[in-house]
């Protein structure tokens, strides 16, 4: 049996897979059972890690730092192309108070740890490990490591050693403080829900139908593009139903005549203004215009040839090529106008309504192939996860920080990919990944890292516990959790009266913790919290990636 023990405690390929995929699958599992409704999930990869390695089945040093590191560009990379494309829009409107709140828990979780450090003296490296397991975050950690690594050339175990006798409390303490947080403001969900109905009337969605009789003289025999140059507002109208009865399809040089009917998609916010301008709205469903205009057909088209990533709706020339009619653009659950200059992207579905032949010349110019869109695009990811890590390894020098500063292999892929997933369709640079195929390469880089963390840290794991006051750490990361996110939460409450169910989602997101927004959503019974979470996730992980790599920086320098 000497072969099987070589194979567990020993060196090479079959060894290092072995240990790995041992520790991934465990983890995992165990990462599946919950305990009062609360579980870690894929962190327990960290601490079956570090129990193979307290009893001596551990990797090469080299193979474990590469397989670490590339694990983690494949987990910070795929969260970006994930988020990039609510990134910049997540500013807008209520989103830039709820970032700058969400801000403002990250910068109070520094300070804290800060604050803790000059108190007891502990070492600000093993601080920074505190910190990131106290907030539940991972990219975090591999930002430290990465810094301390590139100015000292050696690793510090005593980051990961505090990152994981942190995390397990900070998980808890995130949820704690939510449902302190309820019991403080005697907070009743039947109130929350009338708020959340009465916002929902208020909500101005992205586009929306109006029947509307065109009763204005001044819109008589005009062209429709002649109507949108004098109303100047964007705007689409889809069938008009003449006086006669007769029911077109609508393109721009479509003569408008009183008395006839339209269908008008427009924003909430510019709907009111444009029915004004043209006439007075009727009560015509969509329904009853669909039983109108037999000949006419409503199909939805999703875009799935990379040829056309970037195109302009005005580009295809549908209009007056087909005789169709594209009335809505769906990207990733929101429908956007169809105006002439919106760029296409892979993915998008778009609301088409024509004739029967003309809508199945469209399917096959547009593609309309699920299949198409579950091929991978990888000469995209890596293009992406190359120039990550080019910029990751540019130094920048800041006006008072005495070391230059990189972005390294967290911060530079994840920046990379929220620009691509942005930009990219700009470019014709197909960037589209399935939900599930992000899920898969998320999954797969954090399982790696975290697995190849515990491996490294192990062997002094139950010594700095147990001898060396680690214990105290546990105490330190719950302060660092719970101090940020009740001061915050009260002053949103107070201040700027933050709907429960929108704060929980906040909550979660400034601690970049899944497990906190299962609960939330679970108590919630709405998509609320996860709007929340959605909004500041992105900013929150650069910011948290950014502070670790400062205070390493700081105390490393």
Same mark, same amino acid.
Not at 348 to 367: N, Q, S
């Given at each position: 049996?000497?072969?099987?023990?070589?194979?567990?405690?020993?060196?090479?390929?079959?060894?290092?897979?072995?240990?790995?995929?041992?520790?991934?699958?465990?983890?995992?599992? /165990?990462?599946?059972?919950?305990?009062?409704?609360?579980?870690?999930?894929?962190?327990? !990869?960290? @601490?079956?890690?570090?129990? @193979?390695?307290?009893?001596?089945?551990?990797?090469?040093?080299?193979?474990?730092?590469?397989?670490?590191?590339?694990?983690?560009?494949? @987990?910070?990379?795929? !969260?970006?192309?994930?988020?990039?494309?609510?990134?910049?829009?997540?500013?807008?409107?209520?989103?830039?108070?709820?970032?700058?709140?969400?801000?403002?828990?990250?910068?109070?979780?520094?300070?804290?740890?800060?604050?803790?450090?000059?108190?007891?003296?502990?070492?600000?490296?093993?601080?920074?490990?505190?910190?990131?397991?106290?907030?539940?975050?991972?990219?975090?950690?591999?930002?430290?490591?990465?810094?301390?690594?590139?100015?000292?050339?050696? +690793?510090?175990?005593?980051?990961?050693?505090?990152?994981?006798?942190?995390?397990?409390?900070?998980?808890?303490?995130?949820?704690?403080?939510?449902?302190?947080?309820?019991?403080?403001?005697?907070?009743? @969900?039947?109130?929350?829900?009338?708020?959340?109905?009465?916002?929902?009337?208020?909500?101005?969605?992205?586009?929306?139908?109006?029947?509307?009789?065109?009763? =204005?003289?001044?819109?008589?025999?005009?062209?429709?593009?002649?109507?949108?140059?004098?109303?100047?507002?964007?705007?689409?109208?889809?069938?008009?139903?003449?006086?006669?009865?007769?029911?077109?399809?609508? =393109?721009?040089?479509?003569?408008?005549?009183?008395?006839?009917?339209?269908?008008?998609?427009?924003?909430?916010?510019?709907?009111?203004?444009?029915? =004004?301008?043209?006439? *007075? #709205?009727?009560?015509?469903?969509?329904?009853?215009?669909?039983?109108?205009?037999?000949?006419?057909?409503?199909?939805?088209?999703?875009?799935?040839?990379?040829?056309?990533?970037?195109?302009?709706?005005?580009?295809? +020339?549908?209009?007056?090529?087909?005789?169709?009619?594209?009335?809505?653009? =769906?990207?990733?659950?929101?429908?956007?106008?169809?105006?002439?200059?919106?760029?296409?992207?892979?993915?998008?579905?778009?609301?088409?309504?024509?004739?029967?032949?003309?809508?199945?010349?469209?399917?096959?110019?547009?593609?309309?192939?699920?299949? *198409?869109?579950?091929?991978?695009?990888? !000469?995209?990811?890596?293009?992406?996860?190359? /120039?990550?890590?080019?910029?990751?390894?540019?130094?920048?020098?800041?006006?008072?920080?005495?070391?230059?500063?990189?972005?390294?292999?967290?911060?530079?892929?994840?920046?990379?990919?929220?620009?691509?997933?942005?930009?990219?369709?700009?470019?014709?640079?197909?960037?589209?990944?399935?939900?599930?195929?992000?899920?898969?390469?998320?999954?797969?880089?954090?399982?790696?890292?975290?697995?190849?963390?515990?491996?490294?840290?192990?062997?002094?794991?139950?010594?700095?516990?147990?001898?060396?006051?680690?214990?105290?750490?546990?105490?330190?990361?719950?302060?660092?959790?719970?101090?940020?996110?009740?001061?915050?939460?009260?002053?949103? *409450?107070?201040?700027?009266?933050?709907?429960?169910?929108?704060?929980?989602?906040?909550?979660?997101?400034?601690?970049?913790?899944?497990?906190?927004?299962?609960?939330?959503?679970?108590?919630?019974? +709405?998509?609320?919290?996860?709007?929340?979470?959605?909004?500041?996730?992105?900013?929150?992980?650069?910011? #948290?990636?950014?502070?670790?790599?400062?205070?390493?920086?700081?105390?490393?320098?």
């Amino acid at each position: 049996m000497e072969w099987l023990d070589s194979l567990i405690f020993g060196e090479g390929i079959a060894h290092s897979v072995l240990i790995l995929s041992a520790v991934i699958a465990l983890g995992v599992f /165990l990462g599946k059972v919950k305990v009062a409704g609360i579980s870690l999930g894929v962190t327990w !990869i960290l @601490f079956i890690g570090i129990l @193979f390695s307290h009893f001596g089945m551990r990797m090469d040093p080299h193979t474990l730092h590469f397989v670490r590191e590339f694990g983690l560009i494949l @987990f910070v990379y795929s !969260i970006g192309l994930q988020v990039g494309p609510g990134f910049f829009s997540s500013f807008k409107k209520g989103g830039i108070r709820l970032n700058m709140l969400a801000s403002a828990i990250v910068l109070l979780g520094v300070a804290t740890a800060y604050v803790i450090h000059l108190i007891t003296g502990i070492d600000i490296t093993t601080m920074v490990g505190i910190l990131s397991g106290a907030v539940t975050n991972t990219p975090g950690l591999g930002a430290a490591q990465q810094t301390f690594m590139d100015m000292t050339g050696g +690793n510090d175990e005593t980051i990961t050693l505090g990152y994981a006798v942190a995390y397990p409390l900070g998980v808890v303490g995130i949820i704690l403080s939510i449902i302190f947080i309820r019991w403080i403001f005697r907070i009743r @969900f039947d109130e929350e829900d009338k708020t959340v109905a009465e916002n929902d009337q208020r909500a101005a969605r992205e586009a929306e139908l109006a029947s509307v009789l065109i009763v =204005n003289p001044m819109v008589d025999g005009q062209k429709v593009v002649d109507v949108k140059h004098t109303i100047n507002r964007p705007f689409v109208i889809s069938r008009v139903l003449r006086r006669n009865g007769k029911i077109e399809i609508v =393109n721009a040089e479509t003569v408008l005549h009183e008395g006839d009917r339209i269908l008008l998609v427009a924003s909430t916010e510019h709907m009111q203004p444009i029915v =004004n301008l043209v006439g *007075r #709205r009727i009560e015509m469903s969509h329904k009853d215009w669909e039983e109108l205009d037999s000949q006419f057909i409503s199909r939805r088209v999703i875009i799935t040839k990379p040829e056309l990533n970037g195109k302009r709706i005005g580009d295809l +020339n549908l209009r007056k090529g087909f005789g169709v009619t594209v009335t809505r653009v =769906n990207r990733a659950g929101v429908d956007l106008i169809a105006r002439h200059d919106l760029q296409l992207q892979m993915g998008d579905r778009l609301t088409v309504v024509g004739r029967e032949m003309a809508i199945k010349d469209i399917t096959r110019l547009l593609g309309n192939s699920m299949l *198409r869109l579950r091929e991978p695009n990888l !000469i995209p990811i890596f293009i992406g996860i190359c /120039l990550g890590v080019l910029l990751g390894s540019i130094p920048f020098v800041l006006p008072g920080v005495p070391q230059p500063i990189k972005l390294g292999l967290a911060g530079g892929p994840l920046v990379v990919s929220i620009l691509i997933s942005r930009f990219g369709p700009h470019y014709k640079l197909v960037t589209y990944t399935t939900m599930s195929a992000n899920l898969m390469l998320r999954e797969i880089g954090i399982s790696l890292f975290l697995a190849c963390v515990g491996l490294g840290a192990g062997d002094g794991f139950m010594q700095t516990i147990v001898y060396e006051g680690g214990y105290r750490w546990i105490g330190y990361g719950f302060i660092i959790t719970v101090v940020p996110i009740l001061l915050v939460s009260i002053f949103a *409450r107070k201040v700027y009266k933050t709907n429960y169910y929108m704060l929980m989602g906040l909550i979660a997101g400034s601690m970049t913790d899944p497990p906190a927004l299962a609960y939330s959503n679970g108590l919630a019974g +709405n998509d609320m919290p996860s709007v929340g979470y959605a909004t500041v996730y992105p900013l929150t992980m650069f910011l #948290r990636v950014l502070t670790a790599q400062l205070l390493i920086i700081f105390a490393v320098g």
